[in-house]
Structure formats: C-alpha cells, structure tokens
C-alpha cells in the first residue's frame, strides 16, 4: 500500500530541514538520541526570531507584564507544591515480546503508522472487514513474519484466521471495528481476559499500562542521595509562581499583571515522536497572568463582566473576571499566530471538557495546528495538534506554593478594603460565603492526610475573613507555548512545493519556504549580478554594509543570479536585492537604484539605495 500522504509530506519536512541546515538530529555522528533535536543555522534564526516575537509582544509591547529568567533546576520542594512529583506521570505499557515502551494513549495512532499495518491493507479492507482468507495467510508467513512476527496470525495462522471467519459472520449486526480486527489478529485464542491489544512494533502483547513519572532527575551535589536530588524542570510556569512575590515588589505592578519566560522544559517522553513536535528537551514560552477572584471584582466593581462566547475582547477592563479574561488571552494569541503568518484556517481550537479538566481549573483551550501528521476526526475533519494550552487555573499554583513553603502568597488591595467597607451586610455575606466555599474545596481537595474537616473549614474562614481586609491570593490564566512545535508549525506553513518545466519539457521540484518576513531566518538576500566585476561586487559589499546593522542578510555571489534566488527561496527569504548595471548609472536615471525581488511571486521593482533600508524594516517587523 501507498504510504500515507502526510507521512510523505512530512518525510519532505524532515529532509528539507536537514538539508537546508533548519534542524538537525542531536548526537547525529554517534546516531542519535531519540527525542533530542538540534537547530541549525537557519533554524536557529528563525527559533530565535520567534522567541524574540513573543518576548516583544508579551512584555515590551504591554504595560501590565514584567519578564523573568529563572533556573532550570529548582528546589524539589517546588515541584512536590505543584503536584508534579506525585502525578506528573504517563500511563506506559510495555511490550511482553519486545520490551519496547508505549505511551497507552499513543498506542493506537503509533500502530497505524507502522510498515505492518500498512502493507495488511493490502490483503484486508478493514473498514469493510472484507478479507480472503488464503491472501491473509500468505500475508503471515511473509510480511507478516518479518515485520510483526509476535501477532497470533503469524505464529497460528490457521486458529487465528477460523476464529476471525468465525466473528466475521456476525459482524452484520455487530460489525468488526478496526481496534478490534487488530486486537483479533493479535490474540492467541479466546480467553478470559478477552482480546489483547498488540504491540505496534513486533504485534506481541502489552502489559496493563502503569504511571511513570516524566520528571528527568539529577543530584546537585557530588553525593547521589535523595537529599541532594534535583529535577530538571517540565515546565517553566512554577518558576514564575515561586517568584510571584519578589517580581510583584520589584517590578511595581498590580494585579491584573503578568509574568513571562521562555526557556527550556525536560520530559521524559515515552515516545518521542512526530520529529521536533514530541521532544524530551525543548522550550516554552510561558505567561502567568494574575488576575482578581471574581468575588473580588463584583465587590469593586459591583458585578462581573460577562463576556459573548467567541467575541472578540480587545481592551482589557476593570470588570473583568476570569472568564473574559480567559477569553482575551485566547484570542491575543490567535492574534499572534496570525501575525506570524498563521492563518487562522491553519489553526484549530480544542475546549477540555470538565473529565479532561485539572480538578483546580475552570477552563482550558488549546490552539492547535493542522500538521501534516494531524489525525482526521470521525467526521475526516483534521482538527488539528497542540501547539498551545491557555487555561484558567484559579488559584491553584500560589495556593499551593504557599501551604508548602509557609510565605504568603495574597496580595493587599486597598480598592478592595475601601470598597468591602461600603458593602451591604447581605451582599458582604455572599461573597464571603462563595470564597469561603472556594477556599473550602480546594483546601479539601489538597489537604495533606494529617489535616481535618475543622482546619480546613478554619483555614477557609481566615481566607475568606481577609477579604474585608483588602487581602486575597490571586487567580491566574496561563497561556503556555511551545516554541519548537510553533518552528515545526511555521516549517510545515510555509513549505511549498512546485514543479517548474522548463522548454524541452524537463521538469523541476522547486521548493520555497513562505515564512512571514517577521520570522524569516534570513530577511534580504544581497547578490551583486556578477561576481567578476568588482565596481558591482563593491556596491553589493556597500549595500550589505548599509542593512546588517539592522537586517540578517545573506550575501551570495556565487553561481548564477537564478540559483543564487532558488537558495534564498529555500532558506525562506523573503526579499533579494541585486546590485546591476544600472545600478552603476548605466541608465543614469537608475543611478544608485537596485532590484528587489520578492520571494513569493518573483515580482522585482526598482528601489533607490537611500530607501532601502526603511523599505526593507518595514516589511519585516
Ligand atoms: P501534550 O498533551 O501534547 O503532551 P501538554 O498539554 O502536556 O502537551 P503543556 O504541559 O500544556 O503540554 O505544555 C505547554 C506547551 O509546551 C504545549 O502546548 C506544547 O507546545 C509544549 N510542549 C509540551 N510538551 C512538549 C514536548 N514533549 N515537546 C515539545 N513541546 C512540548
């Protein structure tokens, strides 16, 4: 059977991004290390660039957050406060044949993927559950045999393949689901335990799957004992939480305000997979914005705002409770993959449903981006991968920093004490009662085993006595990012394919990366017409002297003028200049003018030396 489509256009991917210098396998001349990637020059412009784009519109561009750069490796307690010590964890089978490790929830849409299964469509419709029997044997004693040799086809074909005819009559009335025909062909007889679920690589069987913790460990120190035990962070968020109080006091800001970081994030993934999309090391860009309980807001504010589903919120107000606010940061953030050349047809949304939902969260959603390995729903609509989750995590995290460290996390509000002040006895009594009965279930929920009903209920009633004080710990909304899936998106966008046949019919793929100018590696390429004419060479050299200041430009006077345009087409650039004859005066009214040429379309206009560089800034920033 063909491979799958997308497969192929991601095998293109991965190619390019080799042989262009985008992406490399880490450790490559010792052959590798799965889950491990490596960013070339052009990838690392362009990781760069993507980084900068955020840290940009996320801080500098906005009044109300501050940066921070913490460490990767923290103190362990943090990570026993945020809960990742006790359930950071994947459920995992393992191969009883092969002893090969699986993610449980990846078992499926690995074992789709694999060789085995593929070249079965040729003998099975499993979508009809049409076989021939004789086709499947031969199927088993040759593929079957060398890529999946632990399936019950292949070492007891003849009982496997009776029993399959067997449930294949019923299946009018109850129809053989494609899970099923797999778990089929992979069981050895009807036993109690019912059908198994088979190995994606070698068809054996799996063990029930059993947590296991993502957490990368370390010791800092020289003794490896379970004092000095460190962890590499997952995630770069609970530095942020950590630091709460001193960026609060240093950066002088109020809540509503944020805190951003982007840096690196560690998990050991089971399965690494989809190229860069599933590494073990990779980065996060990460925003805790700290926002007013919603008690907090109708007690200033007199009641909440509450905002139209999918209505687009652009400026921030005082009446905001988590709601709109989460609704903000959604779509800010469509907003800045639409900036960085995103559309929003590439992108899709997935809103958790309350079982997906952490129990202290009130509401997640991911952006995702269709890549060329996304899954078709039921529907054959692509929906899309993760690149992004923005949920509303209350108050969750400072909560928890707080009980495990015993440093107060709230924060003093004086609006809020005035406005407590001036509030009738009957409303004052309902909004202490919701914070009360907030403060009370995550106090339940998160009670350590020695703590009772009657201090949580007396923990709960101090929290919620502070609010007529002006005192209250934050909640937060959390739009957390991945840089490495957003280069792999970015990569996958802009990678366009066209076959170009010149006039004695001889064809040619050309490839051109469309990035945004703004993300771009390389922004202008700088090409003198010719390389054996130093009067041209020097004005090119004087060009480039005139934009790298401000521009990554490449300059390139090597082959002719079309391949040295296909090169930056390649690499992404968006502009070329080319510095020509006439650009010497040859047309004196040309004099100091040089070409432009775009990237998507080929067009070239004219443009004086003196504009070039204003020109050139404002189309990619
Ligand atoms: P997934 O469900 O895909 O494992 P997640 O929901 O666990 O992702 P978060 O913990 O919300 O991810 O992390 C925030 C962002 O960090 C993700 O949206 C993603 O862009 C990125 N990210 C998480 N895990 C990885 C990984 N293993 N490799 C690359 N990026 C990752």
């Known amino acids: 059977m063909a491979e799958p489509k997308e497969n192929l256009q991601m095998e293109k991917i991965v190619s390019l991004c080799k042989r262009r210098g985008f992406v490399f396998q880490s450790s490559e001349i010792y052959g590798g290390l799965n889950g491990f990637w490596d960013y070339g020059p052009l990838g690392a412009e362009l990781k760069r660039n993507v980084k900068e784009l955020w840290w940009h519109a996320m801080t500098r561009q906005r009044e109300d957050i501050a940066g921070l750069e913490a460490t990767i490796i923290m103190s362990p307690k943090i990570w026993e406060a945020s809960g990742h010590v006790a359930t950071f964890a994947d459920l995992m089978s393992t191969c009883k044949s092969c002893k090969k490790l699986i993610r449980a929830d990846q078992v499926w849409d690995i074992l789709i993927e694999q060789p085995w299964v593929q070249s079965l469509a040729d003998v099975v419709d499993v979508g009809t559950q049409t076989f021939d029997g004789d086709a499947l044997l031969r199927w088993a004693a040759g593929k079957g045999k060398r890529l999946a040799p632990e399936l019950a086809l292949v070492r007891n074909p003849t009982v496997t393949l009776s029993w399959l005819s067997e449930r294949s009559k019923t299946s009018k009335e109850n129809p053989v689901s494609a ?68 960026v609060l006091e240093t950066s002088r800001q109020k809540v509503p305000f944020g805190i951003a970081q982007v840096g690196k994030a560690f998990r050991n993934e089971i399965t690494p997979r989809n190229f860069t999309f599933r590494s073990r090391e990779f980065e996060q860009m990460e925003l805790e914005f700290f926002i007013k309980p919603d008690e907090v807001i109708e007690a200033i504010h007199g009641s909440v705002f509450t905002p139209t589903p999918n209505a687009p919120l652009a400026t921030p107000q005082p009446n905001w409770g988590w709601q709109a606010w989460h609704q903000y940061w959604v779509e800010e953030r469509v907003r800045f993959y639409e900036g960085i050349g995103l559309s929003r047809e590439t992108l899709g949304f997935h809103h958790q449903t309350p079982e997906e939902l952490a129990h202290y969260a009130r509401a997640c959603t991911d952006i995702l981006f269709k890549f060329p390995f996304s899954k078709k729903d039921e529907q054959g609509h692509v929906k899309g991968d993760e690149l992004e989750g923005i949920a509303a995590r209350s108050d969750f995290d400072l909560s928890q920093h707080q009980r495990f460290s015993g440093k107060p996390m709230g924060v003093f509000d004086d609006e809020l004490r005035a406005a407590w002040a001036k509030l009738p006895k009957e409303k004052a009594d309902d909004l202490w009662k919701r914070y009360y009965d907030h403060r009370k279930n995550y106090l339940t929920k998160s009670a350590k085993p020695d703590e009772t009903p009657e201090q949580i209920a007396q923990q709960a009633t101090e929290d919620a006595n502070g609010l007529a004080r002006g005192q209250y710990i934050p909640h937060v909304i959390e739009p957390s990012a991945g840089v490495d899936r957003l280069i792999l998106a970015l990569i996958a966008n802009a990678y366009t394919e066209t076959v170009k046949t010149d006039d004695k019919g001889k064809s040619e793929t050309i490839y051109t990366m469309k990035f945004h100018p703004r993300v771009a590696p390389i922004k202008v390429g700088v090409l003198p017409l010719l390389k054996n004419k ?22 390139d006077e090597a082959g002719s003028i079309g391949k040295r345009y296909a090169r930056q087409d390649e690499a992404g650039t968006p502009f070329c200049v080319t510095i020509d004859f006439d650009t010497l005066g040859e047309k004196p009214e040309l004099l100091d003018t040089v070409t432009i040429r775009y990237r998507d379309d080929g067009r070239q206009e004219r443009l004086k030396i003196s504009e070039l560089l204003a020109f050139l800034l404002s189309k990619t920033r």
């Not at 063990?207 to 370390?218: Q, V």
């Not at 590499?232 to 709460?244: D, G, K, Y």
């Not at 130093?534 to 005139?546: G, Q, Y």
């Open 534 to 555: 130093p009067e041209l060479v020097n004005k090119a050299l004087e060009v480039r002297e005139l934009l790298r200041p401000w521009l990554n430009i490449y300059y």
């Open 179 to 246: 899970k099923e025909f797999y778990q089929y062909i992979a069981t050895e007889q009807l036993t109690a335990t019912g059908l198994i679920t088979p190995c994606p690589h070698c068809g054996g069987e799996l063990t029930a799957p059993r947590p296991f913790n993502l957490m990368f460990e370390t010791w800092a120190g020289p003794l490896q004992s379970d004092e000095n035990k460190v962890y590499l962070r997952p995630e770069t968020a609970q530095a942020i939480f950590a630091q709460f109080k001193n």
